[in-house]
T-cell receptor, first 117, second 110 residues
């Protein structure tokens, strides 16, 4: 079974530039998550989709971050403009998402390491 | 979300058992206890979950206190590959949001 695919693996940009990350979840997974993980901290949920609808985006800095999940499959996360404090690993995860405990198991991609200089 | 408390770090020797504690004194009756771990430079991975009864799988065992206010993840024989950050997470039945804390960094020595 193919895992969660993310690209790019690494990205270096200057502050005030824009950047986009792409995620392809496991086939058939309805729930997709984007997390931000700053060095030394646990992952912080930015946004959670159920199919192509947003379940939770309460911690997404909406003045600069946006995310979409067209057709309920792939997703992109964009930052525009980037700030120095956005330097982090951005993790995508997916789960079956149906309302049973077993199906909440989340599978994570390897992440995109963003450095803003 | 109900909060969990874990030690910042723990150390173990290879091939010895490891008991990783988690306190969740405000847990509700519908909260499941999940454990994930994150190996260096990897995304988190699922380890185990439970509600009331102790659980075993190929990776670990989960021991849940009778009052459910604490739980312990047990690695029966630690290997160098088990060195990771371990996260204890509560997920309410019917929901799927994973809220990570700081976790416990497990160091395993040869």
């Amino acid at each position: 079974e193919a895992g969660v695919a993310q690209s790019p693996r690494y990205k270096i940009i200057e502050k005030r530039q824009s950047v986009a990350f792409w995620c392809n979840p496991i086939s058939g997974h309805a729930t997709l998550y984007w997390y931000q993980q700053i060095l030394g901290q646990g992952p912080k949920l930015l946004i959670q989709f159920q199919n192509n609808g947003v379940v939770d985006d309460s911690q997404l800095p909406k003045d600069r971050f946006s995310a979409e999940r067209l057709k309920g499959v792939d997703s992109t996360l964009k930052i525009q403009p980037a700030k120095l404090e956005d330097s982090a690993v951005y993790l995508c995860a997916s789960s079956l998402g149906r309302r049973t405990v077993k199906n909440t198991e989340a599978f994570f991609g390897q992440g995109t390491r963003l450095t803003v200089v | 979300d109900a909060k969990t408390t874990q030690p910042n770090s723990m150390e173990s020797n290879e091939e010895e058992p490891v008991h990783l504690p988690c306190n969740h004194s405000t847990i509700s009756g519908t909260d499941y206890i999940h454990w994930y771990r994150q190996l260096p430079s990897q995304g988190p991975e699922y380890v185990i979950h439970g509600l009331t009864s102790n659980v075993n799988n190929r990776m670990a065992s989960l021991a849940i206190a009778e009052d459910r206010k604490s739980s312990t993840l047990i690695l029966h024989r630690a290997t160098l590959r088990d060195a990771a950050v371990y996260y204890c997470i509560l997920i309410q039945r019917g929901y799927s949001t994973l809220t990570f804390g700081k976790g416990t960094m497990l160091l395993v020595s040869p």
